[in-house]
């Protein structure tokens, strides 16, 4: 199977396991720890384009569990952990991965978060070396074993 196949299998599967637990997703703990997850992955390269906000920006409007919250909301959130890892990536990093963290508490909802990373990961058609690390870094905080991720 060619990589971009198994991209794209990998992000459908983990979009499919998240729509099963939709009602289990609604504290704002895993609402931050998925728009932080976000902000982590789009700036993993160490730089952020409009295409990795575009990215993010479909997920929130059209992730069946993200529609558990307001989008405006979820852009706001997502937008404020950016510049903090925008104005210094690793200072912002280290802040980021705390709400990442808050999550921790309910694994379901941990792993989602995980997945989410996974899918905006994914969602160009490559998940690079950059976004692998920082999703693993996220599995760290989380508690999770990466490998459980085929990471």
Not at 52 to 77: G, K, S, W
């Amino acid at each position: 199977m060619a990589l971009w196949d198994r991209i794209k299998e990998s992000a459908s599967t983990m979009q499919t396991q998240l729509n099963a637990k939709k009602n289990d997703l609604k504290s704002g703990a895993f609402r931050d720890a998925s728009m932080a997850m976000c902000a982590l992955v789009a700036t993993a390269d160490g730089t952020v384009d409009v295409s990795e906000r575009r990215r993010v920006a479909q997920l929130i409007a059209t992730n069946e569990v993200l529609n558990n919250f307001a989008a405006d909301d979820l852009q706001r959130r997502f937008d404020d952990y950016l510049d903090k890892l925008v104005a210094d990536f690793d200072f912002g990093k280290v802040s980021v991965l705390q709400e990442v963290a808050k999550a921790k508490k309910k694994p379901a909802e941990a792993r989602a978060v995980v997945q989410i990373g996974i899918v905006i990961g994914g969602a160009d058609g490559t998940f690079d070396e950059d976004e692998k690390a920082i999703v693993r870094e996220a599995c760290f905080a989380l508690g999770l074993a990466p490998a459980e991720f085929d990471l």
